[in-house]
Every structure is written in C-alpha cells, then in structure tokens.
C-alpha cells in the first residue's frame, strides 16, 4: 500500500496508523488520532438489539442472533452516553472536507441522529439500504425487517467542500441520478467469513456492495478511510481494492485476525480501473471562441440542429449568425427555436462526411488536450 500513501502529505503519514488495525476499545483509541485527519468514517455501532433470549424459528430451531457481550448495554442512558463519547471523537478526527456515515436499524438509528445533530453535524442524507433477501420474521407478529438506515452527515454546517462523486453514482446508477433508497444484498455465499465449523465469524458482516458505494460516492484515491467499529474488515478490504488507505479499531481479537486474513488476500485496482466520472462542475470551461481559434471549426462552417431544421454559420469572433440574428450558441440556439434557453453544445452539430457530429465532442476533444 505504499503507492497510496505516497499521494498524501509526510506529515500525515508520521502520525496516523494507515493501512493497519487497532486493538482496543474504540473510545480510548479515537482518542489517540489527532483532530482534522481523515477524510471519511464508517461507523457500524453496536445497535444495542435489545434481545430477550433466544429467537426461535417455527420449528423451535435457533436463530443465529445478536447475543454478544459487545451488543449489550444495561439501558438507554448508558448506551447514548457510550454514542456521544464515540461520535464526539469522530468528529475532532474527520476533515472539514470529510463526512461521515453511520449505519443502524430502528433500534439505535434514531437515537444516533439526535446526538449527532446536537453535537453539531450537519446531515446531508439519509439513505435507506433496503435488503435484496432479508431475514423473515419468524414469529410473525411483526413486519420483516428489510432494511436499515444510514446517516451521512459532514463535520458541521459550514463544511461545503465534502467529496461527493455525484457523475460516480450517476454512473453505476445505470446513467440516472442516485436516490437515497439503495437495493443490495446482504452478505451471503463466498464473501461471508465463517470459521472451521461453518459457523458465521460476525454476526453482522455487512456487503462488500454497501461499502462500495459509499467509499466511491465519498472519498478519493489515496484518502483516509477509518472505521471505528472494525470487526471482520470489509471496509478495509474495499478500501484497499479501491485505493484508498484504511484505519480500523476493534477490540474483539478474534475478528482482528479473521480481518488481517482477509485484507491480505486483496490486490487494489490498476489506478486506470480506478478513474471515477467527474462531475461537470470540476470541467474546465471551454468558450465556443476557443474551438474557432484552434481551427477546431473554421469562420464560415455552417452548423446545423439535428434535423436541419436550423442552421447558422461561424463567425471568427466565437459567435454564430443565423438568417436573422447573431449571438453565442447558447442564444441563437433559443432564438431559432423559440426557447426561453438553449444547451448550444449539445444542440448544434457539424457536418463530417455528410454525418452530422454535436459540437460538444471537439469540446471534449480539446478538453483532453488542455488536460
């Protein structure tokens, strides 16, 4: 993982524990990282279930649940006590740049929002992971539980430069805006760590899907990722496929070593595999004026719509004349169409070979040149 820590700063490498896991009770070692330092959190809390013995199938078979010592707490005072002392510390470490998300179901998500925003983050979503197969309710006198809910927030209200790879999602959302209910699975099959008995290693293992996404929509290569509540390290292993440095803290020993086990076997992505769409506003603004002056389009070139409907000629002063009036692309392409506003780039075309090209393409044709 040298090659990602050679993309931050000297400084931060000499006293953050990157790409390693701590053993250790969460609190006491946020403690230890130095304030402003990382760039996102993940935090996956104990949810504090609240389970009176044990959950029975129809059958009278057990339900493999959520019985650990590190789940319980004697009551709620204690268990927001134990919350305000963990999220205060998270947010002394993350950047002014950075944000955090925390996962939770009706048990503990709720009382998590409330601290949060009393100390002072500033929420930008909610997103509800709805579960492709949950769990049945085996008792039936309840719904299914089919989904959890995680909060995104940033450091505080006035922290406006947070990494959110809108294109990204935009992307993997099959070329439409990403919404904030999210259909993945849980874990199962091959990515579920199970130890010599066959017996799940963690309770709550959460996907590798989850994980991805997040870590795409709000972090770059070669950021900090740390998640307070380590256990088995999928977010370690995603953030070292993705490129991203990782710190995990986990005091249960045993999860620790399935974890250093699993990150191991993870090789990161070649850096081309890794290029995340950029979002338009990141572009650096091309002047239809400069297309002329680079002879990308000649004075005198005739643009047309799609259809041929409408056409204007190239002025060598970057602007364009139809038959009755002269102005930017943006305008006349209004004008000729009757339009309060007009997308000129996407709207004129020119002729190649009697083939009619938008004139975005030598937009980002020069571009990738001044890039």
Same mark, same amino acid.
């Given at each position: 993982? *040298?090659?990602?820590?050679?993309?931050?700063?000297?400084?931060?490498?000499?006293?953050?524990?990157?790409?390693?896991?701590i053993?250790?009770?969460?609190?006491?070692?946020?403690?230890?990282?130095?304030?402003?330092?990382?760039?996102?959190?993940?935090?996956?809390?104990?949810?504090?279930?609240?389970l009176?013995? $044990?959950?029975?199938?129809?059958?009278?078979?057990?339900?493999?649940?959520?019985?650990?010592?590190?789940?319980?707490?004697?009551?709620?005072?204690?268990?927001?006590?134990?919350?305000?002392?963990w999220?205060?510390?998270?947010?002394?470490?993350? #950047?002014?740049?950075?944000?955090?998300?925390?996962? +939770?179901?009706?048990?503990?998500?709720?009382?998590?929002?409330?601290?949060?925003?009393?100390? %002072?983050?500033?929420?930008?979503?909610?997103?509800?992971?709805?579960?492709? *197969?949950p769990?049945?309710? @085996?008792?039936?006198?309840?719904?299914?539980?089919?989904?959890?809910?995680?909060?995104?927030?940033?450091?505080?209200?006035?922290?406006?430069k947070?990494?959110?790879?809108y294109?990204?999602? #935009?992307?993997? &959302?099959? *070329?439409?805006?990403? !919404?904030?209910?999210?259909?993945?699975?849980?874990?199962? +099959?091959?990515? !579920?760590?199970?130890?010599?008995? %066959?017996?799940k290693?963690?309770?709550?293992?959460?996907?590798?899907?989850?994980?991805?996404r997040?870590?795409?929509?709000?972090? *770059?290569?070669?950021?900090?990722?740390?998640?307070?509540?380590?256990?088995? %390290?999928?977010? %370690?292993?995603?953030?070292?496929?993705?490129?991203?440095?990782?710190?995990?803290?986990?005091?249960?020993?045993?999860?620790i070593?399935?974890?250093?086990?699993?990150?191991?076997?993870?090789?990161?992505?070649?850096?081309?595999?890794?290029?995340?769409?950029?979002?338009?506003?990141?572009?650096?603004?091309?002047? @239809?004026g400069?297309?002329? $002056?680079?002879?990308?389009? $000649?004075?005198?070139t005739?643009?047309?719509?799609?259809?041929?409907?409408?056409?204007?000629?190239?002025?060598?002063?970057?602007?364009?004349?139809?038959? &009755?009036?002269?102005?930017?692309?943006?305008?006349? +392409?209004?004008?000729?169409?009757?339009?309060?506003?007009c997308? +000129?780039?996407?709207?004129?075309?020119?002729?190649?070979?009697?083939?009619?090209?938008?004139?975005?393409?030598?937009?980002?044709?020069?571009?990738?040149?001044?890039?």
């Amino acid at each position: 993982m *040298n090659h990602i820590l050679g993309m931050k700063s000297v400084e931060q490498k000499t006293f953050l524990p990157i790409n390693k896991i701590i053993c250790g009770e969460t609190i006491e070692e946020l403690k230890k990282i130095p304030a402003d330092s990382v760039d996102l959190i993940f935090a996956d809390p104990p949810y504090n279930l609240q389970l009176e013995g $044990e959950l029975q199938r129809p059958d009278n078979s057990t339900v493999a649940a959520v019985n650990d010592d590190w789940d319980q707490f004697s009551s709620f005072a204690t268990y927001d006590k134990f919350c305000e002392k963990w999220l205060s510390e998270l947010k002394r470490i993350v #950047k002014p740049s950075g944000s955090i998300w925390v996962i +939770g179901s009706y048990h503990n998500i709720f009382r998590i929002g409330y601290i949060m925003q009393n100390l %002072g983050f500033w929420i930008l979503n909610d997103v509800i992971w709805q579960k492709a *197969n949950p769990m049945p309710n @085996f008792r039936g006198k309840r719904f299914t539980n089919a989904h959890e809910t995680l909060i995104w927030a940033s450091k505080d209200k006035n922290s406006k430069k947070y990494t959110f790879n809108y294109e990204a999602m #935009k992307s993997i &959302n099959d *070329n439409t805006q990403m !919404r904030s209910d999210w259909f993945l699975p849980i874990c199962n +099959g091959n990515e !579920r760590l199970k130890d010599d008995n %066959g017996k799940k290693v963690h309770p709550t293992q959460k996907p590798e899907s989850l994980l991805h996404r997040i870590i795409i929509s709000s972090s *770059n290569v070669g950021d900090v990722v740390l998640d307070p509540f380590f256990g088995t %390290g999928t977010t %370690g292993a995603v953030a070292k496929r993705l490129c991203r440095n990782y710190i995990g803290i986990e005091r249960e020993k045993e999860y620790i070593k399935n974890a250093k086990s699993r990150i191991s076997k993870v090789s990161p992505y070649e850096n081309e595999a890794l290029e995340i769409t950029a979002s338009k506003k990141t572009e650096p603004r091309i002047p @239809f004026g400069w297309l002329v $002056e680079r002879k990308l389009l $000649e004075p005198g070139t005739t643009l047309f719509d799609q259809s041929k409907k409408f056409k204007a000629k190239v002025r060598a002063d970057g602007s364009i004349v139809s038959s &009755n009036n002269k102005g930017s692309i943006h305008q006349i +392409g209004a004008e000729v169409q009757d339009a309060s506003a007009c997308n +000129g780039w996407t709207f004129w075309h020119f002729d190649v070979e009697g083939e009619l090209k938008p004139i975005d393409l030598l937009r980002q044709k020069l571009r990738s040149e001044l890039n």
